[in-house]
């Protein structure tokens, strides 16, 4: 079946730096995508990798492996506004969106 | 985990007819289900929420009438592009929330491509 995990919860301090991993299974593969989703609002893209390797932007970066199934966003200089959930969504072949359950980071002073 | 369906996968229809969309819960009751578009790369969009046996809420600048959401029960809920254009080409996408906060998960279908020749 498809399959995406992704951690549950993290936690971090105000100005550290945190990596929310993704790790996917489907069948065929055509790209990998975050989004942040505040409370109460629509998720917002962040970030689309198909190619493997890192992709920064700003503070934010996205690094994928294909062969390993897996992804990362990673989140610099954290900020309290950066509380929220992040969500890793896999396209398969057939172009469907394949879900993680997304992950609550908190965010501490 | 909670798995939410989107039927059909894909559609492409000529201009002028009407589409309808399903969004099922499969295996948990969902409150409140909400309609995204999503154009490629870009922020998903939210069209609507809907809670069970009331009228959907649109957000601004999305036509009622165009976009008609019916939330007959905890588990389902349509979407029906009225009189559907090119420019409705996109892709649907719902979520399902169970609770009714706004803090409560949602989950995400795996959305629906909508080509309108």
């Known amino acids: 079946g498809q399959n995406i995990d992704q951690p549950t919860e993290m936690t971090a301090t105000e100005g550290a730096i945190v990596q929310i991993n993704c790790t996917y299974q489907t069948s065929g593969f055509n790209g990998l995508f975050w989004y942040q989703q505040h409370a109460g609002e629509a998720p917002t893209f962040l970030s689309y990798?198909?190619l493997d390797g890192l992709e920064e932007k700003g503070r934010f970066s996205s690094f994928l492996s294909r062969s390993k199934g897996y992804s990362y966003l990673l989140l610099k200089e954290l900020q309290m506004k950066d509380s929220a959930s992040y969500l890793c969504a896999a396209l398969d072949s057939n172009y469907q969106l394949i879900w993680g359950a997304g992950t609550k980071l908190i965010i501490k002073p | 985990g909670a798995v939410v369906s989107q039927h059909p996968s894909w559609v492409i229809c000529k201009s002028g007819t009407s589409v309808k969309i399903e969004c099922r819960s499969l295996?948990?009751?969902?409150?409140?289900m909400f309609w995204y578009r999503q154009f490629p790369k870009q922020s998903l969009m939210l069209m609507a929420t809907s809670n069970e046996g009331s009228k959907a809420t649109y957000e601004q600048g999305v036509e009622k009438d165009k976009f008609l959401i019916n939330h007959a029960s905890l588990t389902l809920s349509t979407l029906t592009v009225t009189s559907a254009h090119p420019e409705d080409s996109s892709f649907y996408i719902c979520?399902?929330?169970?609770?009714?906060?706004?803090?409560?998960?949602?989950?995400f279908g795996p959305g629906t491509r909508l080509t309108v020749l």
């Open positions: 990798n198909v």
């Open positions: 979520s399902a929330r169970p609770g009714q906060g706004d803090s409560d998960t949602q989950y």
């Open positions: 295996d948990f009751q969902a409150t409140t």
